[in-house]
Structure formats: C-alpha cells, structure tokens
C-alpha cells in the first residue's frame, strides 16, 4: 500500500499533463502581440499588402517615425526578424554589373579607376566597358557612350529588414521619407 500511493499520484499527475496538452489552445490574436510582433506580421503580410489591411496602417505608421527617430526596429521574442538595412539601388539590368569608381581623385593621375562592386552606384557591361575609351587613332580616346558607365537606379523604399519563417526569408523593403 506504500508504494501504490505515491505511484497512483504520479499516474493521476501524469494522466492531466497528458490531458492538458491535448486541450487545444485558445486562439491568439493580432491584437493581443506585443508592438513588435504586430509589425512583423503586418509587414509580412503581401496579399494584400500591410498597406492594404485597416489594422496594419496604423501599426507600420507608428514603426516608420520610430526608426526615424533614430530608434531601433522593435523586438518580438517568437518571431525572427534581421537588423535594420539599408539598400538604396536596384539591381543593374542584365548583363551589367554594378561598379564604383570613376570620379576624380583630387590630383593630376586622372580619376579613379572603376571597379566591380555590388553596393556601387554604377551599371555597366564589364566586356563593353573593357573597350570604351580606347585609342583608335591620332585624335586620342573615342568614347562610346554606350560602353560608358551609367547611373544605377535608386529604390523607392531603400530600408529593410529580413523576416525568417519556416525556413524561408523574406526581405521586407520600405521608405521613411515623411515620417
């Protein structure tokens, strides 16, 4: 009789753990996260877009004068969001690559060599940039404008942060212009 009582506790201990994890949860809502998880499920969201869903609008308004207000991108302990980015231009179109260099160094060598760079401000094809410029007679350099450098085209929404979930991430690209 000894034993059968602390094992019969452990048993009826045992069985309602049991019982309690197969009682389904209560259903959580957007509204009871904290500040930081509703700005990762709204903007996570893409069909619509956060823009598009009443709840959100507020919810990113009050995210994007934070941040620029210098404050950091808030936290939210279940999600599993990256830093704050910042990554101004688009990619260059196929088959240029993107380049930095090029302007004047200030002393009599000429100006700065370009260079491949995947942050650079440029766009140009690297074989028709190989060629642009070179001598072709006793006038000097020819240039061809369509060998040339040009300007890579900028972002609308220039900041980021990477939002990871079941496996996949997601960049999430946004302005802080008017904020």
């Given amino acids: 009789m000894f034993l059968v009582f602390p094992l019969r506790r452990y048993?009826?201990?045992?069985a309602t753990a049991a019982m309690l994890a197969m009682t389904p949860s209560l259903p959580a809502h957007a509204k009871d996260a904290s500040f930081g998880c509703k700005v990762l499920l709204c903007a996570a969201a893409s069909n619509p877009s956060w823009s598009g869903i009443p709840y959100c609008?507020?919810?990113?308004?009050?995210?994007?004068?934070?941040l620029a207000r210098g404050r950091p991108w808030p936290?939210?302990?279940e999600g599993n969001a990256g830093g704050l980015g910042y990554d101004p231009y688009l990619p260059c179109p196929a088959p240029m690559i993107a380049y930095s260099?090029?302007?004047?160094?200030?002393?009599d060598n000429g100006p700065e060599p370009l260079r491949p760079d995947p942050n650079g401000d440029q766009c140009a094809d690297p074989t028709r940039l190989e060629r642009a410029c070179q001598s072709r007679g006793d006038n000097g350099p020819v240039c061809d404008p369509a060998d040339l450098p040009i300007p890579r085209p900028q972002r609308e929404?220039?900041?980021?942060?990477?939002?990871?979930s079941g496996g996949q991430t997601s960049r999430f690209y946004f302005s802080l212009r008017g904020y």
Avoid at 11 to 14: D, P, Q, S, V
């Fill in 101 to 107: 260099g090029g302007r004047p160094t200030g002393g």
């Fill in 11 to 14: 048993a009826i201990a045992g």
């Fill in 75 to 77: 936290t939210c302990p």
């Fill in 157 to 164: 929404n220039p900041h980021y942060v990477d939002i990871t």
């Fill in 57 to 66: 609008v507020p919810v990113m308004t009050q995210l994007f004068r934070m």
